[in-house]
């Protein structure tokens, strides 16, 4: 074998070794991030990140860039509600970026929470709300953003299955200005309470 091919051999090794090592690290990080999600963030969240009490959201099948975005904004403290300082500044400020998408992940996959009714009538409400909007009020359809299903698309989140009690909760942040979301605080900021609490019954319907 010639120098060259002694060279060229070389790196070909030392390439399959960084990219054995690098899978290894990855493999190593998602396993952290995995027993983080199993043995602190189920204390609130539930086992696979299906909650009980309707004070702490559910993660389940949640999409992966919004949980990383607002894990993130708990980091950065840029979600300032009560309970966001009262829970998660603590625990998300001793996150990292690589552990954050971990946990992400690790939720993003988990099959989803069964949808909960027990007010067909409010959550037909809902449904109409959710599917056409308001045009007359020039509020769009939810659907519009967060999917016919509600199982959010792209970065917007998933709302099917949410605790109906946590989603009215959170609109009501957003509307007061509490939660930071000028985009959807522009979209909810005219409805009313009982419109608020139809969709809320209809995403946990789903």
């Known amino acids: 074998?010639?120098?060259k091919n002694v060279a060229l051999a070389a790196m070909l090794l030392a390439g399959a070794v960084t990219a054995v090592n690098a899978q290894n690290n990855a493999a190593e990080m998602q396993k952290a991030a995995e027993?983080?999600?199993v043995n602190l963030c189920s204390t609130c969240h539930g086992p696979r990140g299906?909650?009980?009490s309707s004070e702490f959201p559910i993660l389940a099948a949640q999409r992966k860039g919004y949980?990383?975005?607002q894990i993130d904004a708990f980091r950065k403290r840029t979600r300032a509600e009560k309970d966001a300082h009262d829970f998660m500044w603590g625990i998300a400020g001793n996150l990292d970026e690589a552990i954050i998408g971990g946990i992400a992940a690790y939720y993003a996959a988990q099959p989803p929470a069964r949808?909960?009714?027990?007010?067909?009538?409010?959550?037909?409400k809902g449904k109409e709300l959710f599917d056409k909007g308001l045009p007359e009020r020039g509020i769009p359809a939810c659907m519009a953003c967060h999917g016919a299903d509600a199982a959010g698309t792209a970065?917007?989140?998933?709302l099917a299955g949410q605790h109906?009690?946590?989603?009215?909760?959170?609109?009501?942040y957003i509307?007061?200005?509490v939660r930071a979301a000028p985009v959807m605080h522009g979209i909810v900021k005219d409805l009313a309470p009982t419109e608020i609490e139809a969709l809320a019954a209809y995403v946990q319907a789903k």
Do not use: H, W
């Open 1 to 3: 074998m010639n120098c």
């Open 50 to 52: 299906i909650s009980t």
């Open 155 to 158: 970065d917007f989140p998933r």
């Open 115 to 124: 949808g909960r009714s027990d007010d067909p009538a409010l959550v037909a």
């Open 67 to 69: 949980l990383e975005a």
């Open 175 to 177: 509307q007061s200005l």
């Open 164 to 172: 109906a009690k946590y989603v009215v909760k959170q609109l009501n």
């Open 35 to 37: 027993e983080k999600a």
